[in-house]
């Protein structure tokens, strides 16, 4: 920070409002003879350089809150707001990376799938684009392979490719649908670390979906927890009450049996009240 503005009176012992909240936002599908609640009043904020994750069982609407945020679904009750305004759309201030490894065109080189967002967004020039192409492409460790087409490439070098991608683009906000679901128990760990270590230098807000505690333990500052369809905000859970930084595995342990308790008893009394 510098410069003036933080000592303006306005400013001055407030905190920071948040770069991106959802405020009791209603999610719902449209299907031939139904209409299908995805999520209901769901909640939250999330502050710059958080590492914000959605944690819940498959089909709580993770997803879909998620495509919200992302501008490709409108709220149906609620809304979402960004810097301030209120989410019309999608936006090159919000970049998704999703769990599949054939998000990238194979016809064009590691280079070219790097830079192409951003000259299509019309907001980079040439030689910016290029620049900021070399520089994340660095960043993720991949610059011996950035003539490479990605057919050459394994999973998580895919992934590493959709992140600079996504990164360079330098959006508010990077959300993350599973990006690492689709890679074997190693590769997935490497990966956490390597986003994590990606973090620490650039320190990008992120916000990121899974069903893995492990991962949500791993990769998150901030969790929330979402009970079974239609998803609602079970809880929310700062990593720091946790003491996990200290690399004790006991506490890790605690942490992850405490949200398990959490999922698990509501998913029990979800299923005791749909036996009726
Ligand atoms: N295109 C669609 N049309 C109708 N219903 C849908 C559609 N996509 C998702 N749903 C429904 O909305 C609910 C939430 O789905 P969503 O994909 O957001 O869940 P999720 O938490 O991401 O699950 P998973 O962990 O399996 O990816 C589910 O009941 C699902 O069946
Ligand atoms: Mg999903």
């Not at 970049?95 to 000259?119: G, Y």
């Amino acid at each position: 920070m510098d410069g003036m503005t933080e000592f303006a009176p306005e400013n001055f012992g407030s905190p920071a409002p948040p770069l991106l909240s959802v405020e009791n936002v209603t999610l719902e599908y449209k299907t031939p003879g139904r209409v299908v609640r995805a999520t209901q009043n769901v909640s939250f904020d999330v502050w710059e350089a958080d590492r914000f994750i959605l944690l819940g069982a498959s089909g709580c609407g993770k997803s879909t809150l998620l495509k919200a945020v992302g501008g490709f679904i409108a709220p149906r009750e609620g809304r979402i707001v960004l810097d301030g305004r209120t989410i019309q759309g999608p936006g090159p201030d919000r970049v998704v990376v999703f769990q599949e490894f054939d998000q990238l065109p194979p016809w064009k080189t590691v280079r070219e799938n790097v830079a192409f967002p951003m000259r299509v967004s019309g907001r980079v020039g040439r030689k910016e684009a290029a620049e900021r192409a070399e520089h994340y492409i660095e960043k993720v460790g991949l610059s011996r392979f950035a003539d490479a087409y990605p057919n050459t490439l394994s999973g998580g070098m895919k992934q590493r490719v959709a992140i600079a991608r996504a990164l360079a683009m330098e959006p508010r906000v990077l959300l993350m649908d599973e990006p690492f679901a689709a890679l074997d128990a190693l590769t997935r760990r490497k990966m956490q670390e390597e986003l994590l270590a990606l973090w620490e230098e650039v320190r990008f807000t992120l916000l990121f979906v899974t069903h893995s505690i492990e991962e949500a333990l791993v990769v998150g500052n901030r969790i929330a927890l979402l009970s079974p369809h239609p998803g609602r905000m079970r809880a929310e859970i700062n990593s720091h009450e946790w003491d996990l930084s200290s690399g004790g595995s006991s506490q890790f342990q605690a942490a992850a049996n405490h949200i398990h308790r959490l999922l698990f008893e509501e998913a029990v009394a979800v299923d005791g009240a749909d036996d009726e």
